[in-house]
């Protein structure tokens, strides 16, 4: 009986279980190495958009993540003041980019991603270093604290600050700030109705956005050094910022406790790696591209790198043709988004919106075209065909 080929992936994230599912459906024998106690997810919730799903279709799992899709009707862009900069439809965007877009909490895909895995293959408290990433003649090398297993592939979705990308790349420079910290609620809201939104202040931002299990989820950026915290909790921070918003921001702000926000720091991977890969060691998701929220690809990304990468299993050099090109494009369009949606200059700030509103009363499509290569991603199979190694 021929053993099955082994993978490790390093990393038990949401990108890291997508890989594991997708190299277990082509028969790779698969172990999950996850440093943390439990699955417990980085952030509140997760927006995954048409590509995303379809990379889920590939799993197996899209159409039953698309059934959670909760956002329905006119949402849009707004200013502090509560007026609208632009109207969005959800039924317009499916139409144009081939689905909906779901919100759903992080835990709930997390553990979906575990579902597809046999058992045991997870294994928790797991801290993982890659000790030699292998080459044509010799598997790649792992240490977990006294054991030393050999794979014939590992992937790298250990996260930004990746141990596994330090290794391979021991010059490249690494993540740096972005220059704004973000702010996340995943919390009932009792009461209040409102038209999902974002908004765009100087050096702030807002969002609000219902979610099919009844909670709302909410999200605030602002300009700030690196490194900070409040000085008494990070809801009476958000008060400070928000607390003058339009409606729905003071009702939100009030149904939130202090311990429901959670506070990080956004940093991206500005100088590109020269690869995705070295050896038998592959690197998806933020350890090879982290980049800034502001279009809501990260995790996306992550999912597409993932089914990408269990096609091109065979031949590393093609999983890096086919990801890099793209990942770096969406992460520069991202910076590029963040200088304006995150404006300070009161200048800026107001051509910036005068430019929105005329946008959209031209035609809420100019609003969307700049998505439509992002979304508009097909994977290298169709849905529920068989992933061959």
């Known amino acids: 009986m021929v053993r099955s080929a082994r993978a490790i992936v390093i990393g038990g994230g949401i990108g890291g279980l997508a890989a594991a599912a997708a190299l277990h459906r082509g028969g790779?024998?698969?172990?999950?190495?996850?440093?943390?106690?439990?699955?417990?997810?980085?952030?509140?919730?997760?927006?995954?958009?048409?590509?995303?799903?379809?990379?889920?279709d590939v799993l197996g799992i899209g159409e039953e993540i698309r059934d959670l899709a909760a956002w329905q009707g006119d949402g849009?862009?707004?200013?502090?003041?509560?007026?609208?900069?632009?109207?969005?439809?959800a039924e317009a965007a499916a139409a144009r980019f081939g689905g909906p877009l779901v919100l759903l909490p992080r835990a709930t895909l997390v553990g979906r991603l575990a579902?597809?895995?046999?058992?045991?293959?997870v294994r928790t408290a797991a801290a993982a270093h890659l000790a030699d990433p292998g080459d044509g003649r010799r598997p790649a090398r792992v240490i977990i604290g006294d054991e030393e297993p050999e794979a014939e592939l590992v992937v790298g979705a250990d996260g930004i600050n990746s141990h596994v990308r330090r290794a391979l790349f021991p010059q490249h420079p690494g993540p740096q700030y972005a220059g704004f910290t973000t702010w996340r609620v995943l919390i009932p809201v009792p009461g209040v109705r409102f038209a999902s939104h974002e908004t765009w202040g100087r050096g702030r931002i807002w969002g609000t956005h219902p979610v099919k299990d009844g909670r709302v989820y909410a999200y605030a950026a602002a300009m700030t050094p690196a490194g900070g915290r409040a000085p008494d909790d990070e809801k009476a921070e958000l008060?400070?910022?928000?607390?003058?918003?339009?409606?729905?921001?003071?009702?939100?702000?009030?149904?939130a406790r202090p311990?429901?926000?959670?506070?990080?720091?956004?940093?991206?991977?500005?100088?590109?790696?020269?690869?995705?890969?070295?050896g038998r060691v592959a690197l998806l998701g933020d350890a090879a591209h982290a980049m800034p929220p502001t279009l809501g690809q990260?995790?996306?990304?992550?999912?597409?790198?993932?089914?990408?990468?269990?096609?091109h299993s065979a031949d590393l050099a093609a999983y890096t043709g086919a990801r890099l090109p793209r990942t770096i494009a969406i992460a520069r369009q991202a910076v590029r988004a963040a200088r304006v949606n995150m404006a300070g200059n009161p200048v800026a700030v107001a051509v910036r919106d005068t430019v929105i509103a005329a946008l959209s009363k031209a035609g809420p499509a100019l609003l969307l075209r700049g998505f439509d290569d992002i979304a508009g991603w097909r994977p290298p199979y169709a849905a529920g065909e068989?992933?061959?190694?």
């Open 298 to 311: 990260g995790g996306n990304q992550a999912m597409e790198d993932a089914v990408v990468l269990a096609h």
């Open 115 to 121: 579902g597809l895995l046999p058992p045991g293959a």
């Open 76 to 89: 849009g862009l707004r200013t502090p003041s509560g007026r609208w900069l632009s109207r969005s439809s």
């Open 259 to 278: 311990e429901d926000v959670l506070r990080h720091d956004v940093h991206h991977i500005a100088t590109p790696l020269p690869a995705y890969h070295s």
């Open 386 to 389: 068989a992933i061959k190694r």
């Open 28 to 56: 790779w024998d698969v172990t999950v190495l996850e440093r943390a106690s439990s699955l417990e997810p980085v952030g509140a919730a997760i927006s995954l958009a048409p590509n995303a799903l379809r990379a889920l």
């Open 239 to 255: 008060q400070r910022l928000f607390g003058d918003w339009h409606d729905p921001i003071p009702a939100v702000l009030a149904a």
